[in-house]
């Protein structure tokens, strides 16, 4: 009998959503890690990611402390919090998000407030089936420095610049991890011993810090 993969993730856009629907919905559903909500004036997407979305997820997600550790930066991960403004009209749930310069700031609050807190510095975004509403212009309009973004094939970097976001090879908040090293280790994290993959990680980045 075939096995039939499951998709990475499942969507849904729903249109002409209020403010108070988007918030009564993030309340209903609180408890359930697997769903995303995506909003943006009106526009509501809400996703559901199975174990091959989180995987990637989390390999990046490790890359990125990895590089923080080794380059001694301070670092909070958020993981998959909600981040919304109401007078944007925006709100959104990454798959992991990291401070570094304001990890301090925010290290010891349950709750992020958009409106007096910093947003966080770096996104990751696993994207395989391709998202029906564009990110992106949320990310920018809240202040997102850097997205690292996994679209099924390769990792891609992109840094916010005078409100859009343009390709980088070189990560400007976790340098010197690249793009490219970033595929790579991804790659490898599918078919190596957890702790092989930690230290090849490590020594890449010690040669390059």
């Not at 007078?87 to 709750?111: I, M, N």
């Not at 309009?141 to 409100?163: C, K, M, P, Q, T």
Request: hydrophobic residues 40%; contains cysteine.
């Amino acid at each position: 009998m075939p096995v039939i993969a499951a998709p990475p993730e499942h969507r849904v856009l729903l249109h002409n959503i209020t403010w108070e629907t988007y918030e009564r919905l993030l309340a209903e559903n609180g408890e359930s890690c697997g769903t995303r909500f995506t909003y943006d004036e009106g526009e509501l997407e809400i996703m559901v990611v199975s174990a091959s979305h989180e995987k990637p997820n989390r390999t990046l997600a490790h890359i990125a402390e990895i590089t923080a550790e080794v380059t001694g930066r301070d670092l909070t991960a958020v993981g998959s919090a909600t981040f919304k403004r109401k007078d944007l009209g925006k709100g959104f749930e990454p798959d992991s998000c990291f401070y570094f310069r304001h990890a301090r700031a925010v290290r010891d609050k349950d709750e992020i407030d958009l409106e007096t807190d910093p947003a966080p510095e770096l996104i990751i975004e696993v994207d395989i089936s391709r998202s029906s509403l564009n990110r992106f212009p949320i990310f920018g309009a809240i202040g997102v420095a850097e997205i690292w973004r996994y679209d099924g094939d390769r990792v891609r970097f992109y840094a916010l610049h005078e409100n859009a976001y343009q390709h980088i090879e070189e990560s400007t908040v976790l340098s010197p991890m690249t793009a490219t090293q970033a595929t790579a280790f991804l790659e490898r994290g599918r078919r190596e011993d957890w702790t092989d993959w930690l230290q090849a990680v490590r020594e890449w980045i010690r040669a390059r810090a």
